[in-house]
């Protein structure tokens, strides 16, 4: 008995280091219909904002958000895409956090549709490139409720995840915001059109363009970094982890102590 209270101290201490990876490892990676490579059936959601643009018949500023839920297709190696347009009046932000939705003064929904792509779409390209070059520097993220705590590539501030066959972003600014926008949404490259008049060039164009597109979930989770994990979980809790672990082995010795007496 006189044990029990000092291995409850250590065992609480460990327990702290070890939850955040507890608490992904049982609530998403378990659960994950695909773990590890993007194969026939993996899912990734996308949410990204674009603009802004000008509209000739109201003659308002506003932005596009767009919703993607981008599927790959095996037999073919191709991209099954959907995806909803959204049109954002005033300051138009995007929030991916748990419940990804549009923040702006009004959101109206203005499209909704589908495409069939394969890796040389501009969308495609950007969001899951088999290779890439030019990496700036490997680091991580805080940990997500879906992509959890895998290793993070940087190349011109966009952020990837790597999967054994392929690479995913994780938070890209497309590199050419108008061949994004025109692969998925036709009236896109109506848009675009208006902006290169007003400017004279498409470059200087899409130089003014915010664009930002980041994953919110899916069914395919990375490889994990497990020992990234548990350097988390002890900086996570720290020092009350320590404290207790302390505690427990000067406990133990104390009671030691008595018991030879």
Request: glycine share 8%.
């Amino acid at each position: 008995m006189k044990t029990a209270i000092p291995a409850m101290l250590v065992l609480m201490g460990v327990l702290l280091i070890f939850a955040p990876v507890g608490s992904y490892y049982f609530g998403t990676y378990t659960h994950s219909r695909f773990k590890g490579a993007v194969q026939d059936g993996s899912r990734f959601e996308y949410y990204g904002i674009v603009g802004s643009f000008w509209d000739n018949s109201s003659h308002q500023e506003f932005m596009l958000g767009i919703s993607m839920n981008i599927t790959k297709s095996q037999p073919k190696d191709e991209y099954v895409v959907e995806y909803s347009i959204y049109r954002l009046i005033g300051q138009g932000q995007l929030n991916v956090k748990r419940s990804p939705h549009f923040i702006a003064q009004k959101v109206t929904l203005e499209w909704r549709g589908n495409i069939t792509a394969n890796e040389s779409s501009p969308v495609i390209e950007q969001l899951f490139p088999e290779r890439l070059a030019n990496i700036t520097e490997m680091t991580h993220t805080f940990p997500d409720h879906f992509y959890g705590y895998p290793k993070v590539y940087v190349k011109n501030k966009n952020y990837y995840i790597k999967y054994s066959n392929t690479y995913a972003a994780l938070g890209v600014s497309p590199d050419s915001p108008c061949s994004f926008i025109e692969t998925v949404y036709p009236k896109g490259k109506e848009y675009c059109s208006i902006l290169f008049n007003l400017y004279g060039n498409r470059t200087q164009a899409e130089d003014s363009l915010i664009a930002q597109v980041d994953l919110a979930g899916g069914n395919t989770v990375p490889p994990q970094d497990w020992r990234g994990w548990i350097r988390y979980g002890f900086g996570w809790s720290f020092p009350v982890n320590t404290i207790f672990i302390l505690l427990g082995l000067i406990v133990y010795i104390m009671t030691s102590r008595e018991g030879r007496m």
